[in-house]
């Protein structure tokens, strides 16, 4: 693509710039707001330092070398993408990367072999995002494509759940790693005791990586809804349809563990802000965003309480990822002082 | 596709190369996805088409000036459908567990659009020289785009090469058990096939249009 592509062919005669960075500009008024993507994509990392921090406390070594193997994957995995398409390797510094590398090891079981989490990146980037044209194309979130192959890809390794560090001790004696079930199999399974709402909270529970601490989720997600990088509504969404869902089946039928068990648990929280407020795959329309919000949130109560597998959190993402064109299609809003707008 | 002057040779080098018809015109996409979990049933699923394949382009080259045209793709699927009826028949009774392994996919081969397509475009219109050599070259690329796919597919999902030998399989490659944990599950699974596909095909394509780039300069 390094010379002018013939895509832009009907673009030349209106005057547009040439070449892969022309773009259309919507009407006035413009306003420059100084963000960038960089900026945003930033602000995310900074958002996510509680959870590695919460990681690093928890996990130790683990949370260290499963970010630095996702992200290095990511990076080269992107490098390779622009290299073939003949782009420049400018999207490698936006940051984009950096954050779906994150992201995915977030969400992987402490304990998986560094190697397997390398491939989970490759494809986050290759099969999820460059193939659909680079950043804002792709249809599903990269980070839980890569997550979602290698779960299909190693469903054995991707069930260890180790407990962390600060619980692994036998008697008196502290051991390299224990595994035990995640407070979401515990629900599953009747005879596993259920840990109590402050260790769910904090993260004293199995789990993957960044998600275990709802504590840190909030910290860093609240920072971002703060610093308007995150938007509130799909976040909301999400967790009251949870809340609501969690509470009235449990109040149906009390097996099932109650709405703040539910909230605080598996990656609830760190899929409402840092997941389901990806750019890209949700819709852009306000009231889409709070429609997102709510079918992911009552996806994942359906997979929790109904479906084979313990967490749901990534299925919900993908499927909705999917509804998203449909969803945009629906909500178009009325400019101001317009006709409604004809869907489509 | 059938030029008038292109040799017999060009002829059978477009069906494994320039034209590929799993990489590059996609056709008989339903055993390519279903089939190529092992090599071996992808070698053994090609030889069947390639066997149809060429009988059926034989047999209508040769019946050509009789047929007409407007039963001739009666005639095709007749013809065909013996073929295949024969393959299966011939792989139910020589080599059962891989028969049982392809399962509905043999008795398929008679929708195979690869083979009509060839028929309809080569044999009804060419010698027999020139149809043997299409069907060969057809069967060959067939054969070895799904031997791509089912030697990847394998290796990575079942960390073993399998080469089909009559009653029993010989192994050509077998990973340590310590690659059990490791195993690309996914491979072996339907997704497998659709991401090998398409990242094959991809690499076929950069290839080709390399090469049509490198020519034009």
């Given at each position: 693509m390094s010379e002018a592509p013939t895509v832009t062919q009907e673009n030349a005669n209106a005057e547009q710039p040439q070449g892969p960075r022309s773009f259309l500009v919507s009407s006035a008024p413009h306003?420059?707001?100084?963000?960038?993507?960089?900026?945003?994509?930033?602000?995310?990392v900074l958002g996510l330092v509680p959870l590695w921090l919460a990681a690093l406390y928890f996990y130790r070594l683990d949370a260290l070398i499963l970010p630095l193997v996702t992200v290095a994957a990511c990076l080269i995995a992107e490098a390779v993408a622009n290299a073939m398409r003949g782009r420049d390797q400018r999207s490698l510094t936006d940051g984009s990367a950096i954050v779906t590398g994150l992201i995915l090891a977030f969400s992987l079981p402490p304990d998986l072999n560094p190697y397997m989490a390398f491939i989970g990146g490759v494809v986050s980037i290759a099969l999820a995002k460059a193939i659909f044209g680079g950043l804002g194309q792709n249809l599903f979130n990269p980070?839980?494509?890569?997550?979602?192959?290698?779960?299909?890809?190693?469903?054995?390794?991707m069930g260890i759940w180790t407990e962390p560090?600060?619980?692994?001790?036998?008697?008196?004696?502290?051991?390299?790693?224990?595994?035990?079930?995640?407070?979401?199999?515990?629900?599953?399974?009747?005879?596993?005791?259920?840990p109590s709402l402050w260790d769910l909270f904090c993260g004293r529970v199995g789990g993957s990586l960044g998600e275990t601490s709802a504590l840190a989720v909030l910290i860093g997600g609240l920072f971002l809804v703060f610093r308007r990088v995150a938007d509130w509504r799909p976040v909301l969404g999400m967790l009251a349809t949870a809340f609501v869902y969690a509470?009235?089946?449990?109040?149906i039928n009390p097996e099932f563990e109650g709405p703040m068990f539910h909230l605080f648990a598996g990656s609830m929280m760190f899929g409402a802000f840092f997941i389901a407020t990806d750019y890209v795959g949700a819709p852009i329309t306000p009231v889409g965003?709070?429609?997102?919000?709510?079918?992911?949130?009552?996806?994942?109560?359906?997979?929790?309480?109904?479906?084979?597998?313990?967490?749901?959190v990534m299925f919900a993402i993908l499927i909705m990822n999917a509804l998203t064109p449909l969803i945009e299609r629906w909500t178009v809003p009325t400019p101001f002082g317009g006709h409604v707008a004809a869907a489509g | 596709m059938a030029e008038e002057n292109g040799s017999n040779f060009r002829q059978f080098r477009d069906g494994v190369i320039g034209n590929n018809p799993v990489l590059v015109q996609l056709l008989g996409m339903?055993?390519?996805?279903?089939?190529?979990?092992t090599l071996e049933n992808a070698l053994v699923m090609g030889a069947a088409v390639t066997f149809v394949l060429v009988m059926s382009n034989l047999v209508t080259s040769l019946l050509r000036h009789q047929i007409k045209p407007h039963v001739r793709i009666l005639v095709f699927t007749l013809t065909i459908a013996t073929f295949v009826t024969i393959a299966d028949l011939v792989l139910k009774a020589n080599?059962?567990?891989?028969?049982?392994?392809?399962?509905p996919f043999v008795p398929l081969i008679i929708v195979n659009c690869i083979i009509i397509c060839r028929a309809e475009v080569v044999a009804i219109k060419n010698g027999l020289a020139r149809s043997l050599a299409d069907a060969f070259g057809m069967g060959l690329g067939f054969t070895t785009a799904l031997s791509i796919l089912g030697a990847i597919r394998e290796i990575l999902g079942s960390g073993s090469l399998t080469l089909p030998g009559g009653a029993t399989s010989l192994k050509l490659v077998q990973l340590p058990a310590a690659f059990e944990p490791h195993a690309w599950i996914i491979m072996v699974l339907?997704?497998?096939?659709?991401?090998?596909?398409?990242?094959?095909?991809?690499?076929?394509?950069q290839l080709r249009y390399r090469k049509v780039k490198g020519g034009a300069a």
């Amino acid at each position: 693509m390094s010379e002018a592509p013939t895509v832009t062919q009907e673009n030349a005669n209106a005057e547009q710039p040439q070449g892969p960075r022309s773009f259309l500009v919507s009407s006035a008024p413009h306003l420059a707001s100084g963000t960038s993507t960089r900026c945003i994509m930033f602000q995310v990392v900074l958002g996510l330092v509680p959870l590695w921090l919460a990681a690093l406390y928890f996990y130790r070594l683990d949370a260290l070398i499963l970010p630095l193997v996702t992200v290095a994957a990511c990076l080269i995995a992107e490098a390779v993408a622009n290299a073939m398409r003949g782009r420049d390797q400018r999207s490698l510094t936006d940051g984009s990367a950096i954050v779906t590398g994150l992201i995915l090891a977030f969400s992987l079981p402490p304990d998986l072999n560094p190697y397997m989490a390398f491939i989970g990146g490759v494809v986050s980037i290759a099969l999820a995002k460059a193939i659909f044209g680079g950043l804002g194309q792709n249809l599903f979130n990269p980070a839980m494509v890569g997550r979602a192959f290698l779960m299909i890809c190693f469903p054995a390794a991707m069930g260890i759940w180790t407990e962390p560090v600060t619980l692994a001790r036998i008697g008196d004696t502290a051991v390299d790693g224990v595994t035990m079930a995640t407070p979401l199999g515990a629900a599953m399974d009747p005879s596993v005791l259920i840990p109590s709402l402050w260790d769910l909270f904090c993260g004293r529970v199995g789990g993957s990586l960044g998600e275990t601490s709802a504590l840190a989720v909030l910290i860093g997600g609240l920072f971002l809804v703060f610093r308007r990088v995150a938007d509130w509504r799909p976040v909301l969404g999400m967790l009251a349809t949870a809340f609501v869902y969690a509470a009235i089946a449990h109040r149906i039928n009390p097996e099932f563990e109650g709405p703040m068990f539910h909230l605080f648990a598996g990656s609830m929280m760190f899929g409402a802000f840092f997941i389901a407020t990806d750019y890209v795959g949700a819709p852009i329309t306000p009231v889409g965003r709070i429609l997102f919000g709510i079918g992911v949130g009552g996806l994942v109560m359906t997979i929790r309480l109904f479906g084979a597998y313990p967490e749901g959190v990534m299925f919900a993402i993908l499927i909705m990822n999917a509804l998203t064109p449909l969803i945009e299609r629906w909500t178009v809003p009325t400019p101001f002082g317009g006709h409604v707008a004809a869907a489509g | 596709m059938a030029e008038e002057n292109g040799s017999n040779f060009r002829q059978f080098r477009d069906g494994v190369i320039g034209n590929n018809p799993v990489l590059v015109q996609l056709l008989g996409m339903c055993p390519t996805l279903a089939v190529t979990n092992t090599l071996e049933n992808a070698l053994v699923m090609g030889a069947a088409v390639t066997f149809v394949l060429v009988m059926s382009n034989l047999v209508t080259s040769l019946l050509r000036h009789q047929i007409k045209p407007h039963v001739r793709i009666l005639v095709f699927t007749l013809t065909i459908a013996t073929f295949v009826t024969i393959a299966d028949l011939v792989l139910k009774a020589n080599m059962y567990e891989v028969s049982k392994k392809l399962g509905p996919f043999v008795p398929l081969i008679i929708v195979n659009c690869i083979i009509i397509c060839r028929a309809e475009v080569v044999a009804i219109k060419n010698g027999l020289a020139r149809s043997l050599a299409d069907a060969f070259g057809m069967g060959l690329g067939f054969t070895t785009a799904l031997s791509i796919l089912g030697a990847i597919r394998e290796i990575l999902g079942s960390g073993s090469l399998t080469l089909p030998g009559g009653a029993t399989s010989l192994k050509l490659v077998q990973l340590p058990a310590a690659f059990e944990p490791h195993a690309w599950i996914i491979m072996v699974l339907p997704p497998g096939a659709f991401l090998t596909l398409g990242v094959v095909i991809g690499i076929v394509n950069q290839l080709r249009y390399r090469k049509v780039k490198g020519g034009a300069a």
